[in-house]
């Protein structure tokens, strides 16, 4: 039997990773018939702020603005591409749980296509990887997306 996702959830952190799993959660979508949907979410991590001595509400705004924008980006490019069903939401706290369990029971979701860690092994090990724990902990079912569209390895996009 063919799963057939209706509700499909995307982490978008600004990352190229990112941009694969929603390129591809939109194709996933369309595939899956007119009532699919994609649902993304960028989580500000309000704890990268609580080191800050001059903590100013103004940071907090400008990455919402900067997410924003980004995300408006992605539903236009969707919705170019043919998927209606499409939206998102801005979150504020820690993303391991709000991707993993969060989100998901609040929007019904039943799939979460997440990109691959761009972590490196020492990093992942220190502070662990949001997509390690997702797959580990989610309520719903979990692809991690490593490839392009063509499902050929995707490469790094070069450094300006």
Not at 21 to 45: E, L, Y
Not at 100 to 118: F, N
């Amino acid at each position: 039997m063919l799963q057939q996702y209706q509700h499909i959830l995307v982490p978008v952190d600004g990352s190229y990773e990112a941009e694969l799993a929603f390129k591809k959660a939109v194709a996933v979508a369309k595939r899956n018939g007119p009532n699919a949907s994609v649902h993304m979410v960028h989580v500000v991590d309000t704890r990268a702020f609580q080191n800050i001595s001059s903590f100013d509400t103004t940071m907090v705004e400008q990455v919402t603005d900067t997410a924003q924008k980004t995300l408006d980006k992605y539903v236009a490019e969707a919705k170019a591409d043919g998927l209606d069903n499409v939206d998102y939401s801005i979150e504020y706290g820690a993303p391991k749980t709000i991707i993993a369990r969060d989100v998901p029971k609040d929007m019904g979701t039943d799939l979460i296509m997440i990109g691959a860690t761009g972590l490196n092994a020492v990093e992942r090990l220190l502070i662990g990887s949001v997509t390690e724990y997702v797959t580990r902990m989610a309520v719903c079912d979990v692809l991690v997306v490593r490839t392009d569209l063509e499902n050929k390895p995707a490469p790094k996009p070069k450094k300006k």
